[in-house]
T-cell receptor, first 112, second 114 residues
Framework: DAGITQSPRYKITETGRQVTLMCHQT?????MFWYRQDLGHGLRLIYY???????DKGEVPDGYVVSRSKTENFPLTLESATRSQTSVYFC???????????FGPGTRLTVT | GNSVTQMEGPVTLSEEAFLTINCTYT??????LFWYVQYPGEGLQLLLK?????DKGSNKGFEATYRKETTSFHLEKGSVQVSDSAVYFC?????????????FGIGTKLQVIP
C-alpha cells in the first residue's frame, strides 16, 4: 500500500536494551523526520534527513541514532533505552516544495 | 527563535457548538502557518494552511486566517460534531529558501459531547 508505515506499532522494552523503530514511505519523498510526542511538549524533532545518506540533528537527538541508506527507509535506534524515552514516536516524510509533511501512525514505546 | 503558543485543553463542547482554538506565534520574517489534526490512535494530518498574511485556510468546515498584525492563526468551526474530537496542532515554518523545520505547538485536545 502507498503511504508511510511504521513498525512496530507498540513496543515494550527494558532499560539498557537496544531498540530500532522502522519507518518506510512509498512516495520517494526526499525528506524524512522522526518526532517524539509527549504530554505538555507536543511534537519535538529528534532527527531528520534531506536525502539518502544525509541526516541532521533536531531538538532532542541525545540517545538516538538514525541512518538512511535508502530513500524509502529511515530507521531510528535507541542504543541503550532509558525510561525517559518512553513516548510515542512519529515518522514523517515530505517532498521538496511545498515541504508538507505526511505522518505515519506512530509507535508507542514503553521502557520499563 | 520560532515558537507557537496554544492552550493544551481539553476543550469540551456540545455538538453543534462554535469552536475557537487560539494560536499565536513568534517568528522572524513571514512564516507559513498550519493546523494539523490527530485523531485517536493516528498520526497527524494536515487540516489547513496559509502561506501569507490575510490568507484564509479552510477545510472540512474549519477555517483559520493568517493575522500578521496580531501574529495569530486561530482555528474556528461553526458547528462541531462528535467526529471532530481530536487533538489540534498549530504549526509554522519559515519561508526562507530551501528546507525549514516545522515548529509545532503543544496541541489542543477537543472533546465534543453529544
Amino acid at each position: 500500500d502507498a503511504g508511510i508505515t511504521q513498525s512496530p506499532r507498540y513496543k515494550i522494552t527494558e532499560t539498557g536494551r537496544q531498540v530500532t523503530l522502522m519507518c518506510h514511505q512509498t512516495w520517494s519523498h526526499s525528506y524524512m523526520f522522526w518526532y517524539r510526542q509527549d504530554l505538555g511538549h507536543g511534537l519535538r524533532l529528534i532527527y531528520y534527513s534531506a536525502a539518502a545518506d544525509i541526516t541532521d540533528k533536531g531538538e532532542v537527538p541525545d540517545g538516538y541514532v538514525v541512518s538512511r541508506s535508502k530513500t524509502e527507509n529511515f530507521p531510528l535506534t535507541l542504543e541503550s533505552a532509558t525510561r525517559s524515552q518512553t513516548s510515542v514516536y512519529f515518522c514523517a516524510s515530505s517532498s521538496d516544495v511545498p515541504y508538507e509533511q505526511y505522518f505515519g501512525p506512530g509507535t508507542r514505546l514503553t521502557v520499563t | 527563535g520560532n515558537s507557537v503558543t496554544q492552550m493544551e485543553g481539553p476543550v469540551t463542547l456540545s455538538e453543534e457548538a462554535f469552536l475557537t482554538i487560539n494560536c499565536t506565534y513568534t517568528a522572524t520574517g513571514y512564516p507559513s502557518l498550519f493546523w494539523y489534526v490527530q485523531y485517536p490512535g493516528e498520526g497527524l494530518q494536515l487540516l489547513l494552511k496559509a502561506t501569507k498574511a490575510d490568507d484564509k485556510g479552510s477545510n472540512k468546515g474549519f477555517e483559520a486566517t493568517y493575522r500578521k498584525e496580531t501574529t495569530s492563526f486561530h482555528l474556528e468551526k461553526g458547528s462541531v460534531q462528535v467526529s471532530d474530537s481530536a487533538v489540534y496542532f498549530c504549526a509554522l515554518r519559515r519561508n526562507s529558501g530551501g528546507y525549514q523545520k516545522v515548529t509545532f505547538g503543544i496541541g489542543t485536545k477537543l472533546q465534543v459531547i453529544p
